[in-house]
């Protein structure tokens, strides 16, 4: 496996299964987001295509988050918002296709693993599929992540979220705020839900899909910016020695937690 991670597109049936994955918990590297952008964007221009399911590979975390190695490599303001505009291209990249969009999540999820998580139009998860925000214990804040979340569990959930920053939630948790729609008991029926709605889907109108997330998005048009204005705000903190000095401690396994 890339220690960039990868992203491949699967199309079969109308159906775009995008699956990304990371040999360290499929974590999201520069590169992973930059291709999990332009999958999403090009699956959403093509006709042929009505409706997408993301996921990671494996069976174990959904996402790690940002990827630490590539955290500490960041050594000017320029290179941290790039690295974070990652994380809201694949938020408006979901936000602006015009076909339905599953989240497969089957293991835990951290910081942009949850955005990715609200950012879909559906999502169906595990039991595993425990939610942290670890972003202010490193010091920089969930704040890309933060519209796509607060859009889905509410300012409440959010900040909850936030607040406790070393704390997993329970599937059941996110399911109850809305982040989950439903939950499956083992793999093989999560994967049988998933493409069972995924095939309904793919023979629904088009038009009506397209009008829908319309309706679902109606009042985001202003995230293209709004994002940027959050990626900034991480661009400059990830250079904060707080934030270096926590990611050296977790690489070296003694954050506590």
Same mark, same amino acid.
């Given at each position: 496996?890339?220690?960039?991670?990868?992203?491949? *597109?699967?199309?079969?049936?109308?159906? +775009?299964?995008?699956? &990304?994955?990371?040999?360290?918990?499929?974590?999201?590297?520069?590169?992973?987001?930059e291709e999990l952008e332009q999958a999403i964007t090009s699956v959403g221009n093509d006709r042929d295509i009505r409706v997408v399911v993301i996921h990671s590979e494996g069976d174990g975390a959904f996402c790690g988050g940002a990827y630490f190695e590539e955290l500490m490599k960041i050594s000017t303001y320029e290179e941290g918002k790039r690295f974070f505009m990652g994380f809201a291209r694949v938020i408006n990249a979901m936000r602006k296709c015009p076909k339905l969009i599953?989240?497969?999540?089957?293991?835990?999820?951290?910081?942009?693993?949850?955005?990715?998580?609200? +950012?879909?139009?559906?999502?169906?998860?595990?039991?595993? +599929?425990?939610?942290?925000?670890?972003?202010?214990?490193?010091?920089?804040?969930? &704040?890309?992540?933060?519209?796509?979340?607060?859009?889905?569990?509410?300012?409440?959930? &959010?900040?909850?979220?936030?607040?406790?920053?070393?704390?997993?939630?329970?599937?059941?948790?996110?399911?109850?705020?809305?982040?989950?729609?439903?939950?499956?008991?083992?793999?093989?029926?999560?994967?049988?839900?998933? &493409?069972?709605?995924?095939?309904?889907?793919?023979?629904?109108?088009?038009?009506?899909?397209?009008?829908?997330?319309?309706?679902?998005?109606?009042? *985001?048009?202003?995230?293209?910016?709004?994002?940027?204005?959050?990626?900034?705000?991480?661009?400059?903190?990830?250079?904060?020695?707080?934030?270096?000095?926590?990611?050296?401690?977790?690489?070296?396994?003694?954050?506590?937690?």
């Amino acid at each position: 496996m890339s220690t960039q991670g990868s992203v491949t *597109t699967d199309i079969t049936n109308r159906i +775009a299964t995008i699956t &990304f994955q990371h040999p360290k918990g499929n974590a999201l590297t520069r590169k992973t987001l930059e291709e999990l952008e332009q999958a999403i964007t090009s699956v959403g221009n093509d006709r042929d295509i009505r409706v997408v399911v993301i996921h990671s590979e494996g069976d174990g975390a959904f996402c790690g988050g940002a990827y630490f190695e590539e955290l500490m490599k960041i050594s000017t303001y320029e290179e941290g918002k790039r690295f974070f505009m990652g994380f809201a291209r694949v938020i408006n990249a979901m936000r602006k296709c015009p076909k339905l969009i599953i989240a497969r999540v089957q293991g835990k999820a951290v910081g942009g693993g949850v955005g990715i998580a609200a +950012a879909a139009d559906h999502v169906l998860a595990h039991p595993s +599929a425990a939610v942290k925000l670890s972003e202010l214990a490193l010091g920089i804040g969930p &704040f890309v992540v933060e519209p796509a979340i607060c859009r889905k569990i509410g300012k409440s959930g &959010f900040s909850t979220l936030a607040i406790d920053a070393t704390h997993w939630y329970k599937a059941e948790w996110a399911r109850k705020k809305g982040l989950y729609a439903d939950i499956l008991d083992s793999i093989d029926q999560l994967d049988h839900a998933v &493409f069972e709605l995924a095939e309904k889907l793919a023979k629904s109108n088009p038009e009506a899909i397209r009008e829908l997330k319309k309706i679902f998005w109606s009042g *985001t048009e202003h995230w293209d910016t709004l994002l940027e204005e959050q990626a900034e705000i991480s661009g400059r903190l990830v250079l904060s020695e707080y934030t270096r000095n926590y990611i050296d401690n977790a690489k070296n396994g003694n954050t506590g937690e």
